[in-house]
C-alpha cells in the first residue's frame, strides 16, 4: 500500500525514512494545488512533532495554508474519563498554544475518522493528508479507507513522529525479541537520532474560519459519560506537565530521579524511582526523541541509569510497535509463537488451584493479597508500577481457564483502567507475561508450561510486600476520601445555586 517517500516534494524538514506516501494524490502543483490537513492522532503536541513540521514544509513549499484536525471517536478501545479527561485538557491547551504561536487553525470533530476526514478534506479542497503512525491495526485500516474515500488529487503521507527510528526503517519484518532488533536500532541512531527544527508559523495563513471549540462543555460530557472510571488527579496533563516530569527543577527524572533508575526501578514501593512518562508518551505530549536527546546529554553522570532508561525507552517501546505493525493479532493468543501456543495449550487443563471471574479479577476478591493490591493501584491509581504488571498478568493465567481467558482479561483491565493503556507497550506487555512473547521458553511447568514463572515468593525476595500491600491501602483511602470531599464540594455547590 505505502510507496517509499519519493513521490514528494522533497521534504528538506523531515528524513524521508520517516515517511510513507500511503496515496499519491493527481494534484498538479501550483494554482490547483489545495491546503494541507494534519489529522493529529497519536502524537498530540505542537514541540517536536515530525509529522507537523512535515505538514507545514509540505504547505510552504505548495505556497498553501495548514491546518490541524482532530477526531474525538466515540467510543475508543473502552476509554473512559480517565483517559479521555486527560487527553482532551491536554488538546485544550494545545488549541491555545497553536493559535498564539504558530496560528494554525485546529479542527475537533466528532464521530469516525472516515467519515469526518474525508468531509474535511472535501470542503476546502485540500491536496494532502498528512497523519502520524500507529500501528494500530484499527489505525491502520481507517486510513487504507479514508485512501479510497478521498478524491483522485489528494496525497496521503504517513509519518512516524511517535518512534526514533522509524518502524519501517528499524526492520522490515516481525522482530523476535529486543535481542534481534536491539542491533538494528542502534546502528540507525546516530542518523535518526538527530534534533528537530524549530517551527515557524506557515508561510500562508488559513484563510477558512476558525473552529470555536467549547472546551469546558466537551469534557464535562465526557467526564459524565465515562464517570466509571473516574480522572485522577495526580498526573497533570498537556505538553508543559510533560516536559516537567521529564526535566523539571524540582522534580524531574532527569533532573532529580535518574540515580535510582537502574536500582530502584523493580521496586514497587519506590514509583518515584520510574520515569512516570508513560501518560505523556502514550498521548504523544511529548516526543521519546526529545526523551532521548536530553538523557544523552547528561548520559556522562549517569551512564548506567541512562543506558538502561534508553533501553526501555527506545529498544523496548520500539520493539512494540515492531510487533503490533508485522502482527496484526497482536492481542490474541494467534499473534504467539507457535512454540508459546503449543506449550500454553498442552497445560491448558492442568488443574488450577484457584479459578476467578472477570469480576472477582476486576474487584480484587482474589486469594492473593500482592496481586488484589497491584489490582487496586490500577484501578484507584491509574498507573500499575511496571514490575507488578508482570506478576498481575502472569496470575491471570494461573487463575483462568485459559490463555486466550487470560489475555482477554488482562488486556480489558488494562485498558480500562491504565491511564497509558490502550498502546501497543500494553498488547505486547500482556503477550509478554501470557504468552511469551519476546521472551524466551524456561523450565516447564504446571499452567505456564514453558512460559516464564512469577511467584510471590519471588517478589518478596525482591521487595517489602508487605511495604506495598499497606502503601496501595493507604493509596485507595486516600483516593476514596478526596472522592468523598470533592462529591460533597459539588452537592454543596449545586445547594447554594
Ligand atoms: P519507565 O520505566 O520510566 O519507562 C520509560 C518508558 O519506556 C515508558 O513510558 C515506556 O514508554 C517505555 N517502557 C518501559 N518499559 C517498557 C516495556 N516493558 N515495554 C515497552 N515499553 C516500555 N506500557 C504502556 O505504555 N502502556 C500500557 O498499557 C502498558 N501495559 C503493560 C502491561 C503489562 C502486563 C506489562 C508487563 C507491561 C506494560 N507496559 C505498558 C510497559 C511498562 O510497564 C510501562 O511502560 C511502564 O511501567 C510505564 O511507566 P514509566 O513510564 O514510569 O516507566
Ligand atoms: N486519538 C484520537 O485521535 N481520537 C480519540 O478519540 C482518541 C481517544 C483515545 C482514548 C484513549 C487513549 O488511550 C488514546 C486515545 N487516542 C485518541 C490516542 C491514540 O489513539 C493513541 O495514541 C493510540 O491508541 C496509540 O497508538
Redesign the pocket.
Known amino acids: 500500500m505505502a510507496s517509499p517517500s519519493s513521490a514528494l516534494n522533497k521534504s528538506s524538514m523531515v528524513q524521508q525514512g520517516r515517511i510513507r506516501v500511503l496515496k499519491e494524490g493527481s494534484t498538479p502543483s501550483g494554482r490547483d494545488a489545495g491546503p494541507v490537513v494534519y489529522w493529529m492522532f497519536r502524537d498530540q503536541r505542537l514541540r517536536d512533532n515530525w509529522a507537523l513540521i512535515h505538514a507545514v514544509d509540505q504547505a510552504n513549499k505548495a505556497n498553501v495554508p495548514v491546518a490541524i484536525a482532530f477526531n474525538l471517536f466515540d467510543q475508543f478501545l473502552g476509554a473512559k474519563a480517565r483517559q479521555l479527561g486527560f487527553m482532551l485538557r491536554g488538546l485544550r491547551l494545545l488549541h491555545r498554544d497553536l493559535e498564539q504561536t504558530l496560528q494554525i487553525p485546529f479542527f475537533l470533530f466528532q464521530g469516525e475518522a472516515i467519515e469526518t476526514i474525508p468531509n474535511f478534506l472535501r470542503e476546502y479542497g485540500a491536496s494532502l493528508l498528512v497523519t502520524d503512525f500507529s500501528p494500530l491495526r484499527e489505525v491502520q485500516k481507517w486510513k487504507e479507507e479514508i485512501c479510497k474515500r478521498v478524491g483522485k488529487k489528494v496525497s496521503l503521507h504517513e509519518v512516524d513522529a511517535h518512534n526514533i527510528v522509524p518502524t519501517w526503517v528499524a526492520s522490515e519484518k516481525l522482530e523476535y525479541s529486543a535481542r534481534t532488533i536491539r542491533g538494528k536500532i542502534n546502528k540507525l541512531l546516530p542518523e535518526y537520532l538527530i534534533d528537530f527544527p524549530t517551527l515557524q508559523p506557515p508561510s500562508v495563513k488559513w484563510a477558512g474560519t476558525n473552529q470555536s471549540i467549547d472546551w469546558d462543555d466537551l469534557i464535562t460530557e465526557v467526564l459524565r459519560e465515562g464517570a466509571e472510571v473516574p480522572e485522577i488527579k495526580w498526573c497533570e496533563s498537556g505538553e508543559n506537565a510533560a516536559v516537567e516530569i521529564l526535566m523539571g527543577s524540582k522534580n524531574g ?1 532527569l533532573t532529580k530521579r535518574l540515580k535510582n ?1 537502574s536500582t530502584d ?1 523493580n521496586n514497587p514501593l519506590k ?1 518515584g524511582a ?9 498521548f504523544g505530549q511529548i516526543s ?1 526523541q526529545r ?1 532521548a536527546l536530553e538523557a544523552k546529554k547528561i548520559q556522562k553522570n549517569c551512564p548506567q541509569a541512562v543506558d538502561v ?1 534508553l533501553e ?2 527506545i529498544v ?2 520500539e ?2 510497535d515492531n510487533f503490533c505493525f508485522y502482527q496484526p493479532r497482536y492481542n490474541s493468543l494467534q499473534g504467539a509463537w507457535e512454540w508459546a501456543r503449543k506449550t500454553l495449550m498442552d497445560h491448558a487443563s492442568d488443574k488450577r488451584e484457584h479459578i476467578y471471574t472477570k469480576e472477582q479479577l476486576e474487584n480484587a476478591q482474589t486469594a492473593d493479597p500482592l496481586w488484589n493490591a497491584s489490582q487496586l493501584e490500577m484501578v484507584h491509581y491509574g ?4 514490575f507488578m ?2 506478576y ?2 502472569k496470575k491471570i493465567l494461573e487463575w483462568t481457564r485459559g490463555p486466550e481467558e487470560a489475555l482477554a482479561i ?1 488486556i480489558y483491565l ?2 480500562k483502567y ?1 491511564i ?11 503477550m ?2 501470557i504468552c511469551g512473547v519476546h521472551d524466551q521458553g524456561w523450565q516447564e511447568r504446571q499452567i505456564f508450561g514453558k512460559i516464564r514463572y512469577m511467584n510471590y515468593a519471588g517478589c518478596k525476595r525482591k521487595f517489602d510486600v508487605d511495604g506495598y500491600i499497606a502503601y496501595v491501602k493507604r493509596l485507595v483511602t486516600e483516593t476514596k476520601k478526596r472522592k468523598a470531599e470533592s462529591s460533597l464540594g459539588k452537592e454543596a455547590k449545586e445547594l447554594r445555586v
Open positions: 527524572f533508575y526501578r514509583p520510574l520515569s512516570g512518562l508513560s501518560p505523556y508518551l502514550h521519546a526523551c532508561f526501555e525507552l523496548r517501546r520493539l512494540a498507573k500499575m508500577h511496571g504488571r508482570m498481575w498478568a488482562s488494562n485498558d491504565e497509558d493503556g490502550r498502546d501497543p507497550n500494553g498488547y505486547v506487555g500482556c509478554w507475561s
